[in-house]
């Protein structure tokens, strides 16, 4: 394989690295919103 080939794997990877971490994130985010609505009904 190439170094430019490897350098594109990277990217992708990186890419789809940081949209998983927004995702999970974000749902941390949900979960959390969520129990502070249950806790103060």
Same mark, same amino acid.
């Given at each position: 394989m190439?170094?430019?080939?490897e350098r594109v794997? =990277? %990217?992708r990877q990186a890419? =789809? %690295?940081k949209v998983m971490a927004?995702?999970?994130g974000g749902f941390v985010l949900?979960?959390?919103a969520i129990s502070i609505v249950?806790?103060?009904h």
């Open positions: 190439s170094p430019e080939e794997i =990277r %990217a890419g =789809r %690295a927004l995702l999970l949900l979960v959390f249950k806790m103060t």
